[in-house]
């Protein structure tokens, strides 16, 4: 008989005690260890370094030291810190912002729970997840922008496929739902990905995202 997995340890991080409680329950219930909670950046950085979590779940906007400072910080301390925000904000200009910092996944407050712990194993297990609905945004956006006359950086063309694979990963899906829409196996998903990462010189899929969304590849 196998042994049961361990459970994902993560440090709260937001200046609101009564969300951070209330999800910290709700993390709880779903089978996430909270090990510590911090309410401004200065805390976070000693209390993450202390308790050593699989990952560290962000608030953005907080007094003093935001979020996307705190995240900076934590991947300049230990490049593989694994960090999800989840902020109030679906600006493009915050979600941009979070992802070059380091942020490994973005989802919205308002969302379900599900999404979170569904973010926070994703983030643990080195992937990546965006909110679909800030992926759907980012896109119509874009494409309300129109045709972009900023030429993108050179890198080796991406093949019909993986362009295909990108827009779907721009678009919040997960592996299994890509496979399942491109009547592909979740493997040769992964390997899609990868080599797309490669190319478009990028560390995660929600960078990925991102860059396909901002230079019009999808």
Known sequence: MSAAPEQLRVVLVDDHPVYREGLARLLSQSGVEVVAQAGNGPDALSI??????????MDLNMPGMS???????????NPASRILVVSVSAQEEDVTEAILAGASGYVLKDGPVEEVVA??????????????????????????DGPSEIEAPATTPLSERELQVLRLVAEGKGNQEIGEALYIGQSTVRNHISSILMKLQVDN??????????????
């Open 48 to 57: 993450v370094e202390e308790a050593a979590p699989d990952v560290v779940v």
């Open 205 to 218: 899929r929600v960078q990925a995202a991102v860059r396909a969304v901002r230079d019009r590849m999808v």
């Open 119 to 144: 973010g926070i194993h994703a983030a643990a297990n080195g992937e990546s997840l965006i909110s679909p609905r800030i992926a759907t945004m980012l896109l119509r956006r874009m494409r309300l």
């Open 67 to 77: 979020g996307v400072d705190v995240t900076r910080k934590l991947v300049e301390r």
